[in-house]
């Protein structure tokens, strides 16, 4: 097993990214069945999971290890940011990870393959140092100043993800903006390598076993449309159907339309009818639907 060089910086995201939020939502649940919890606070845990939810979704996930769009230098840098108050782990080590799921998807390699269990997939890899086993996976982004910038600080993210709370409401906020907030981006973020690898639905003929699930897509922006991603990989939008929301890619087209995000990548027509014709059970949908564009 592969150690990390770092095992401080590896112990710590074990800590922050996956025991605090634990004790800290039981703590929140017993607050809230004694009614000792504020608007303010159901607010403030809301506003920063949107926003370092979309740091992963968009800034970790499509624009940093997918390549699916070419953000303004100001955006790479405010999703980079969410992304590392995500606690999820340093942004070159995160899409390091990720690329090599893709290169080994639901086979030996994969770092959360499925076929280690559901525990294994969804976090039980992570205390495998999971985070640190990227071998030359995305070396090239080790060339990006601005990615290995946020790898060097990236514990004054994690630190300033829970200082915005508090100055935003108290203790308070940060038991909810912070920690109660770590603990639901974390787990529905780890639920598309578990719950998306095992039950669902599946639009397209892939050799892995994703799956699209409506719940994890819309409480993870549009990422629980996995087995669309692992067809179309750098496609900048995995919704592709009207009905499969996608939020992360409205932002994406909102960033776009204004000029912040160039080169966003779609998937061709041609191609997206080639693999879901190769779908016997979407074949009655090519025909009288589009893809969302």
């Known amino acids: 097993m592969q150690k990390p060089k770092n095992m401080f910086l590896h112990k710590l995201i ?6 605090a939020p634990l004790v800290g939502t039981v703590y929140a649940i017993t607050l809230l069945w004694n009614r000792l919890v504020s608007w303010n606070d159901i607010v403030i845990m809301l506003g920063m999971y949107f926003l370092t939810g979309l740091g992963i979704t968009i800034g ?3 624009m ?7 953000p303004h230098p100001v955006v790479k840098f405010i999703f980079l940011a969410l992304g590392s108050m995500a606690v ?3 942004a070159y080590s995160w899409a390091a990870v990720h690329i090599k799921h893709h290169a080994h998807t639901d086979e030996d390699g994969d770092p959360h393959s499925p076929l280690e269990g559901f525990f294994h997939a969804h976090v039980g890899w992570l205390f495998l140092n999971g985070l640190y086993v990227t071998g030359d996976y995305g070396k090239w982004l080790k060339k990006d100043r601005m990615v290995m910038f946020f790898n060097r600080t990236f514990l004054f993210w994690v630190v300033l ?3 915005i709370p508090y100055l935003l ?6 038991l909810w903006g912070g920690l109660v907030r770590t603990f639901l981006n974390n787990h529905i973020t780890w639920s598309v390598n578990s719950v998306c690898h095992v039950f669902g639905s599946r639009m397209f003929t892939t050799k892995d076993m994703s ?3 409506w719940l994890v897509g819309l409480l993870a922006f549009g990422e629980g449309w996995h087995n669309n991603h692992h067809a179309f990989p750098r496609a900048a939008f995995h919704g592709m159907r009207w009905w499969q929301l996608d939020a992360s890619a409205l932002v994406i087209r909102l960033l776009e339309r204004i000029g912040l995000a160039q080169k966003v990548w779609r998937v061709p027509q041609e191609k997206f ?7 016997p059970s979407s074949i009655s949908l090519a025909a009288v639907e589009e893809p969302v564009a």
């Open 211 to 213: 799956r699209n699930h």
């Open 64 to 70: 940093l290890t997918h390549r699916s769009f070419e």
């Open 88 to 90: 999820q782990g340093p």
């Open 161 to 163: 993800g829970y200082v």
């Open 273 to 279: 009818q080639a693999r879901l014709a190769s779908n």
């Open 60 to 62: 970790y996930h499509r």
């Open 14 to 19: 074990i800590v922050l990214g996956v025991v």
């Open 169 to 174: 409401g108290g203790w308070t906020a940060v």
